[in-house]
């Protein structure tokens, strides 16, 4: 009797005593993730697709316990927004506001320009600062110099540049006999120049015989309307437009094309989102092709269940833009966070560089030498909702992405100029 009330009383105590234990327990600080994007002005619509992105991200990392360091303790992944308005210089003030707030992992990706702005900046910011390095997660900033001449040791970019989604884009164009001219046109910064660029390059050395009929440049984000220049693309007798445009500047210009009467082809970056097929309606049937890491439409049970999942989270038609490369990007750093075991920038981006993530069948890899992410990319073409290939709209348009086109990552690669510098 005496042993039984002896072990009574010291389960009592344990019992007592766990709260105290729990409360002893080192409580880990989130791992905050500063997200600097325009969201004002007029391309506010990408900036908080983009946050919705990410978000469904860090919520299923923390779901599962969030991010695992050293001695068994985890951390939540915190996701905190910073309006760049989509200026360089509002950006840089914004990335002086996050890191001032702790933020030690930076995401940005909706402007070429901006993300340059951001490397230089990090690169004197983390010489200047040992103490408080951050590490720079470009999504969607793909003029190729940022991962070439410019290219930096706390730079990681997740999306294909705009070589390699042209590459993707003239493996079309190349097998299409019928096609004899095309218009070139962009938008004025450092990614439209690059994109206009590379289309004539690779046109030259694949397809000598298309002629390009036009090539030029507007100002970004400032052009209202856009029926002069699609005009002039009509009147030019194009029988495609090359186009690198991006948010409202591709869904206006698209909406120029429907209501010129323009019938040709746009071979695009971005005519999969955020406005562009409902534009277009009608008219873009089988001739609004676009390149991309993922599109619902890739036909398998993983990618089908991942796309039901975002819509499951997200269920508006107008939040329906869904990047797979974004969600690949939060799982390499997670990854990356837990092989290091440590938040440390210098040991976390070690660890970035050797990153290989699966998700839901979708694969990538980070390569060492640039910090370019290698990953398969596809080419869809749109189609009416419900015809062979289409099961799934956008944004609730009634147009969906039929992909024509599967390039490997082996084969989607391009070389690097990168000189790397690492600490």
């Not at 002005?41 to 990392?61: I, S």
Request: a positive charge.
């Amino acid at each position: 009797m005496l042993i039984l009330l002896r072990r009574a009383l010291q389960c009592l105590v344990f019992a007592l005593c766990l709260p105290l234990l729990a409360v002893a327990q080192p409580v880990q600080a989130p791992i905050k993730i500063a997200l600097i994007e325009a969201l004002s002005g007029p391309f506010a619509n990408t900036g908080e697709a983009v946050f919705r992105n990410l978000l469904w991200a860090t919520e299923r990392v923390n779901a599962a316990g969030g991010v695992k360091l050293a001695g068994g303790a985890s951390a939540p992944l915190q996701l905190e927004r910073f309006d760049s308005k989509g200026q360089t210089e509002e950006a840089l003030t914004m990335l002086k506001a996050a890191v001032d707030q702790g933020a030690r992992f930076i995401t940005q990706g909706n402007s070429s320009a901006v993300a340059a702005g951001l490397i230089h900046a990090i690169n004197k910011h983390n010489e200047r600062e040992p103490t408080k390095r951050v590490i720079f997660l470009n999504y969607s900033a793909v003029d190729p110099i940022l991962t070439n001449e410019k290219c930096s040791f706390w730079h990681f970019r997740f999306d294909a540049h705009a070589d390699m989604r042209m590459s993707a884009l003239m493996s079309v164009i190349r097998d299409d006999a019928s096609l004899k001219s095309v218009y070139i046109i962009g938008q004025d910064y450092s990614f439209g120049h690059a994109v206009a660029s590379e289309a004539r390059r690779q046109l030259s050395a694949l397809r000598p015989d298309i002629r390009i009929v036009g090539d030029e440049l507007h100002a970004i984000g400032r052009v209202k309307d856009f029926m002069p220049y699609m005009t002039k693309i009509k009147a030019s007798g194009a029988q495609a437009v090359i186009t690198g445009n991006w948010g409202n500047d591709l869904t206006l210009l698209v909406k120029a094309a429907k209501d010129v009467g323009f019938v040709g082809r746009f071979y695009t970056f971005y005519g999969n989102a955020l406005g562009a097929p409902a534009a277009i309606g009608e008219a873009g049937v089988g001739k609004v092709l676009a390149v991309a890491d993922w599109l619902p439409n890739v036909a398998s049970a993983p990618s089908e269940a991942f796309y039901q999942s975002f819509r499951q989270r997200f269920p508006k038609p107008e939040d329906d833009y869904v990047h797979m490369r974004m969600q690949l990007m939060v799982q390499a750093l997670a990854q990356a966070i837990e092989a290091a075991g440590t938040t440390d920038s210098v040991a976390v981006a070690t660890q970035l560089e050797r990153a290989s993530v699966t998700f839901h069948a979708q694969n990538g890899s980070m390569r060492a030498s640039d910090h370019q992410f290698q990953q398969p990319l596809v080419v869809g073409v749109m189609e009416r909702k419900g015809a062979p290939g289409v099961k799934f709209d956008v944004e609730g348009s009634g147009y969906g992405f039929r992909v024509v086109k599967t390039i490997s990552a082996a084969q989607a690669q391009q070389p690097s100029t990168c000189q790397m510098q690492r600490p």
